[in-house]
C-alpha cells in the first residue's frame, strides 16, 4: 500500500472538489439565473433546496452504503466482491430514482405547503419540483456511479462527466427560462436534461469493472451502511423544513430568499472543496483499511486535519470580507440582499469548523463506521431549532438569530466528532495490535 502525502492526496482530492463543485452547480446556476423572476422565485427555488436535500439523502443509502464496501474490496484486491457490489448498487439507485420521481409528480404542492411556503411562491416551488419529476432515475443514478469511480481511487472521470452537465446546465437555464419563457419549470427542465450525463458514466464504469447482470447478493450489506447515513442527511433536510416552517417563513419571503442564496449559492461553492477532501480521504481511508494499513490511517488523518483546518479559515474570511458584492450577484431585492449578507458573514465565522467535520464525515464512510456519522450529527443539528426559534423570535433579533444558531451548534458538532475519529483511530490500532499477537 502506498504511503500518501499532501500532494498525492490533492491529486485524488481536486478532482473530486471539482466534481462536488460542478454537481453542486445547478443550485447555483438556477439561483443565479432566476433572479429576474422576483424573489417568490427565489424563495421557491431556495426551499426547495431543502427538499432535493431530503432526495440526495434517500440517494445516499445506495452511493453513501456502498463507498466503504467498494474502495475496501478495490484495497483487498477481490475482483468478485467489486463486481458484485457495483451492480448491486446500481440497480438499488435506479429503484430509489424511481420512488422519487413518483413521490415529486403526485405531492409537489403538498411538499410546497409542508415547508411553510403561501400562495405564489408555493405555486412556482411545485411547479419547480413537478418538473423535476421525469429525471428522479437520473438524479439517484450520479452519486452511485460516481461514488464508485471515487471509491476506485478514480476522482477525474466524475469532474470531467460534471463539466459536461454544467455546461449543458447553463445553456438550458438561458434557453428554457428565457428564450422559450418556461420560467421556473425551465429552470427544473434544464436541471434534469443536463443530468443524462450519468448515463456516459455508468456505460463506462460497466465497461471498467466488467460489471454484468446477477442476482443481487449485497444489497443488505449495502443498505446497513448507506441508512446511517441516509438517515443523518436526511434528519439534516428535516431540520431545515422544520427552520423553514416555523422559524424563517413566519419571517417573510426574503428571509426564504435569503436563505436559498446564501446555503445554495454562496455555502454551496464552499461546501464541495470539503466535500472533495471528505471523498477523498474516504476512498483512501477505505483502501488502506482493507489493505490492513492502521499506520498509514493515522498519518494520513495528521496530514489533513489541520490543512482542512486552514482551508476553511481561508473560504471564511473570504465569505465575511466579500460578502456583500458577492450577494448582490444573485439579488435585486434589497432586503433579501441585506438579509444574505448577514448569513455569509455569520456563517463565515463556521467555516474552519465546516471544513474538519466535512473529514471526519470521511472518516467515518471509509472506515465503515456510519453509524456515528448519524450519532454525532442528528441531535445537534435537531438543537437548531428551538435554538434558532428562540433567537430569532424571542430575543427577537431576526434572521441573524437563526444564522447563530446555525454556526453555534456547527462548533459543538465539530469538536465532538473529532473527539470520536480519535477513539475510533484507537480502537483500530489496538484490534491491529492483537492480531499480529
Known amino acids: 500500500m502506498q504511503d500518501v502525502d499532501l500532494r498525492r492526496f490533492f491529486l485524488l482530492a481536486l478532482p473530486a472538489m ?6 453542486n452547480a445547478y443550485r447555483i446556476v438556477d439561483q443565479f439565473m432566476i433572479k429576474w423572476l422576483g424573489f417568490e ?4 427555488i431556495g426551499s426547495s433546496t431543502f427538499v432535493l436535500i431530503a432526495a440526495y439523502a434517500l440517494f445516499q443509502i445506495s452511493a453513501g452504503g456502498v463507498t ?8 483487498a484486491q477481490n475482483t468478485k466482491s467489486i463486481k ?6 446500481i440497480n438499488y439507485s435506479l429503484f430509489i430514482g424511481l420512488v422519487f420521481s413518483i413521490t415529486l409528480w ?17 405555486v412556482l416551488m411545485s411547479d419547480y419540483l413537478f418538473y423535476l419529476a421525469p429525471f428522479g432515475i437520473l438524479f439517484a443514478l450520479g452519486p452511485t456511479v460516481d461514488a464508485l469511480f471515487i471509491a476506485s481511487g478514480n476522482t477525474i472521470y466524475p469532474m470531467k462527466l460534471e463539466i459536461i452537465s454544467t455546461i449543458l446546465n447553463i445553456v438550458l437555464n438561458w434557453l428554457l427560462i428565457y428564450e422559450l419563457q418556461l420560467g421556473l419549470p425551465g429552470a427544473a427542465i434544464a436541471s434534469g436534461m443536463s443530468r443524462f450525463v450519468s448515463i456516459v458514466g455508468l456505460i463506462r464504469l460497466i465497461k471498467d469493472f466488467d460489471i454484468s447482470v446477477t442476482v443481487p447478493k449485497r444489497i443488505f450489506d449495502i443498505t446497513m451502511l448507506g441508512i446511517p447515513i441516509m438517515l443523518g442527511t436526511l434528519c439534516f433536510a428535516l431540520v431545515y423544513f422544520a427552520l423553514l416552517r416555523w422559524v424563517v417563513s413566519p419571517l417573510g419571503a426574503s428571509a426564504n430568499a435569503a436563505l436559498g442564496i446564501g ?3 454562496i455555502e454551496g461553492a464552499c461546501w464541495p472543496i470539503y466535500s472533495g477532501m471528505m471523498v477523498a480521504l474516504s476512498s483512501v481511508i477505505g483502501r488502506q483499511i482493507g489493505a490492513k494499513r492502521i499506520d498509514l490511517c493515522i498519518k494520513t488523518i495528521k496530514m489533513m486535519f489541520p490543512t482542512a483546518a486552514g482551508i476553511g479559515l481561508l473560504l471564511g474570511m473570504t465569505m465575511i470580507i466579500f460578502a456583500e458584492p458577492i450577494c448582490t450577484q444573485f439579488s435585486l431585492n434589497p432586503q433579501t440582499t441585506e438579509q444574505a449578507v448577514s448569513y455569509c458573514q455569520i456563517i463565515g465565522l463556521s467555516q474552519c469548523f465546516v471544513a474538519v467535520e466535512a473529514l ?14 448519524f450519532l454525532t450529527s442528528t441531535p445537534i443539528n435537531i438543537l437548531r431549532i428551538p435554538v434558532g426559534w428562540f433567537l430569532a423570535h424571542q430575543c427577537q433579533w ?5 444564522w447563530w444558531a446555525i454556526t453555534t451548534t456547527t462548533v459543538l458538532k465539530t469538536i465532538i466528532r473529532s473527539a470520536m475519529v480519535v477513539f475510533i483511530l484507537k480502537d483500530l490500532t489496538s484490534k491491529s495490535q492483537r492480531k499480529e499477537q
Open 18 to 23: 471539482g466534481a462536488a463543485l460542478l454537481n
Open 41 to 44: 422565485a427565489q424563495a421557491a
Open 68 to 75: 466503504p464496501l467498494f474502495s475496501q474490496s478495490i484495497g
Open 84 to 89: 458484485q457490489l457495483g451492480i448491486d448498487a
Open 106 to 122: 403526485f405531492f409537489s404542492l403538498e411538499i410546497a405547503f409542508s415547508v411553510g411556503l403561501e400562495g405564489q411562491s408555493a
Open 263 to 265: 446555503f445554495s449559492a
Open 360 to 373: 471526519c464525515e470521511g472518516f467515518y464512510i471509509g472506515s465503515g463506521r456510519t453509524m456515528v456519522l
Open 398 to 402: 431576526g434572521v441573524d438569530g437563526v
